[in-house]
């Protein structure tokens, strides 16, 4: 299993500015992943963040919008940048140790902008 | 393309009446088939999954799940209700892209 620690959990912002999102795994973990999930909505997959390497985005999502760090094998941020009110969500961070196991979620950071 | 369908948005039961939450899955390949749930301000905890071996599969809190290939099918069931199990259920395929596809969720409501 992976405990997850994900900051800050909630936040209210004013647009323009931007928002750094923490997540800290306790183990070593090659991939994390990062989600958005709109009010009443699914979860979204922003990108998969590699250890050394560049997030991968998916459609739909840009680095210059949302980068990412991942510095080592238990750390990423995630960036909201210059936020508007549509990026209203709760992002979430998670980990898949390896293919047949399931995946770990941090608790989420509710972001409001205003 | 990899899919998955929770056809109901809400589903409403008594405390102590079975429950079944539905899930259908479009995905090449051998499926991994996940059951998570959100409780309000929280993030998504895991319930069972499903890999491979036996088609029913048992998990946390006393849920389970059948996996039936025919039907593309995972639903979620619980025998009997409890108030406390009513929360937001997210089903999630992964497949040949390694990457997790979730359901649009289904809402649980127990009354009491």
């Known amino acids: 299993s992976a405990v997850i620690s994900q900051k800050p959990s909630r936040d209210i912002c004013q647009r323009g500015t931007s928002l750094t999102i923490q997540c800290q795994v306790d183990?070593?973990?090659?991939?994390m992943f990062w989600y958005r999930q709109q009010p009443g909505q699914s979860l979204t997959l922003i990108a998969t963040?590699?250890?050394?390497?560049?997030?991968?985005?998916e459609s739909g999502f840009v680095i210059d919008k949302f980068p990412i760090s991942r510095p080592n094998l238990t750390f990423s941020t995630l960036t909201v940048s210059n936020m508007s009110p549509e990026d209203s969500s709760i992002y979430l961070c998670?980990?898949?140790?390896?293919?047949?196991?399931?995946?770990?979620f941090g608790q989420g950071t509710r972001l409001t902008v205003v | 393309a990899q899919s998955v369908a929770q056809p109901e948005d809400q589903v409403n039961v008594a405390e102590g009446n079975p429950l079944t939450v539905k899930c259908t899955y479009s995905?090449?390949?051998?499926?991994?088939l996940f059951w998570y749930v959100q409780y309000p301000n929280r993030g998504l905890q895991f319930l069972l999954k499903?890999?491979?071996?036996?088609?029913l599969v048992k998990g946390s809190y006393g849920f389970e799940a059948e996996f039936n290939k025919s039907q593309t099918s995972f639903h979620l069931k619980k025998p009997s209700a409890l108030v406390s199990d009513s929360a937001l259920y997210f089903c999630?395929?992964?497949?040949?892209?390694?990457?997790?596809?979730f359901g649009t969720g289904t809402l649980l409501a127990v009354q009491p």
């Open positions: 998670s980990v898949e140790p390896d293919m047949n196991t399931e995946a770990f």
């Open positions: 183990s070593q973990v090659t991939m």
């Open positions: 963040a590699n250890q050394g390497s560049e997030a991968t985005y």
């Open positions: 995905v090449s390949g051998n499926p991994y």
């Open positions: 499903y890999i491979t071996g036996d088609n």
């Open positions: 999630a395929v992964r497949g040949y892209t390694n990457k997790l596809i």
